[in-house]
């Protein structure tokens, strides 16, 4: 039964150890906008319609350094991933459209 007990233990171990390995591979890294480069920061404005940056990350992936810029356009917070030779991989909305709505009901209230 102990030796159960201690196949489980490492198994667990092992497991938690394997997770820890995983996060420190997706290092990022906060940078100015101006250390971006301008192919990447041509890409990300060209992603959406009247976008102001605000802020920059980056990081490897697949062995490619990759940017994260995030910004806003018409009070909506967003978060672009784009190469540095200016390719967009990923253009994804921050935050939760429900937010509006829970603002609105409380508007309604106040009535």
Do not use: N
């Amino acid at each position: 039964m102990k030796a159960g007990y201690v196949v489980i233990s490492l198994l667990l171990t092992c497991a938690m150890g394997c997770a820890v390995l995983d996060f420190d591979s997706e290092d990022e890294q906060e940078i100015p906008l101006s250390d971006v480069p301008a192919e990447a920061l041509q890409a990300a404005q060209g992603a959406v319609d009247g976008i102001t940056l605000t802020e920059a990350e980056m990081e490897e992936e697949d062995g490619q350094t990759v940017y994260e810029i995030e910004g806003t356009a018409d009070g909506t917070e967003y978060e672009i991933e784009v190469t540095a030779d200016g390719k967009v991989l990923e253009v994804a909305k921050e935050g939760d459209d429900d937010d509006e709505d829970d603002e609105d009901d409380d508007d309604e209230d106040d009535d």
